[in-house]
């Protein structure tokens, strides 16, 4: 669900939009980890947080509705990472699952591109080419996450996430998608919440390596 929601807002040149979902998600994780596995968020995550809905309140006055595209991401793949740090299997065989579960609807769905001559990718040698490779380019950051979420706080898988969308919202600017001032005032409130996310988190693993080394010099 959430990668078909990516591929219709970069189809429908959305991709800055699809960018602030992915830069909501990591901030949604903290909350998700504090609400179903008891993970603790300071006082600079509550702060990131609450920058985060401000840029989501300015997206939408910027849009003049809901960011509904951004939204859906940011929960879907949520969800996505609660279920795989729940369910206790390792990255790759649950993988294979997923995949095996989504294979009779990707197989229905390329027939019905086929018998409606709507397959224009595969009518050629090129199209054909880079729909192989969409597999393993979707599949490897999909095996990473799920390896991650097994052995990660959802938190600190959060930190990592701020770089895709990164680069998400360089594409579409760079594809001259509209950035009016309204949405760079709601960037402008995301990347702060981001700023302070990264800050925090470095500040906190910086006292915890502290206390290693004070209780390693008492031993």
């Not at 807002?9 to 960018?19: C, F, G, I, P, R």
Request: proline share 5%; with cysteine; glycine share 8%.
């Amino acid at each position: 669900t959430n990668w078909s929601l990516y591929v219709v807002a970069v189809t429908n040149h959305a991709t800055l939009e699809a960018s602030l979902g992915y830069y909501i998600n990591p901030l949604l994780n903290m909350v998700v980890g504090l609400w179903l596995f008891r993970e603790k968020i300071d006082r600079w995550g509550w702060v990131a947080i609450g920058l985060a809905a401000v840029g989501v309140l300015i997206q939408a006055l910027a849009l003049g509705r809901p960011p509904w595209i951004a939204l859906a991401l940011a929960f879907s793949f949520g969800a996505y990472g609660v279920i795989r740090k729940r369910v206790a299997v390792e990255a790759l065989p649950g993988l294979f699952v997923e995949c095996l579960l989504l294979l009779p609807l990707g197989l229905a769905y390329v027939l019905w591109l086929h018998g409606t001559g709507a397959d224009h990718a595969f009518s050629n040698p090129a199209g054909f080419a880079w729909a192989l490779v969409n597999g393993p380019a979707t599949v490897l950051p999909l095996a990473l996450f799920a390896w991650s979420a097994r052995r990660l706080p959802l938190s600190t898988i959060g930190f990592i996430q701020f770089l895709a969308p990164t680069l998400q919202f360089c594409v579409g600017v760079a594809t001259g998608e509209p950035l009016t001032e309204l949405r760079i005032l709601s960037f402008a409130f995301i990347w702060l919440g981001a700023a302070v996310f990264l800050w925090a988190a470095w500040r906190r693993s910086r006292s915890e390596r502290q206390a290693l080394k004070d209780q390693a010099a008492l031993v």
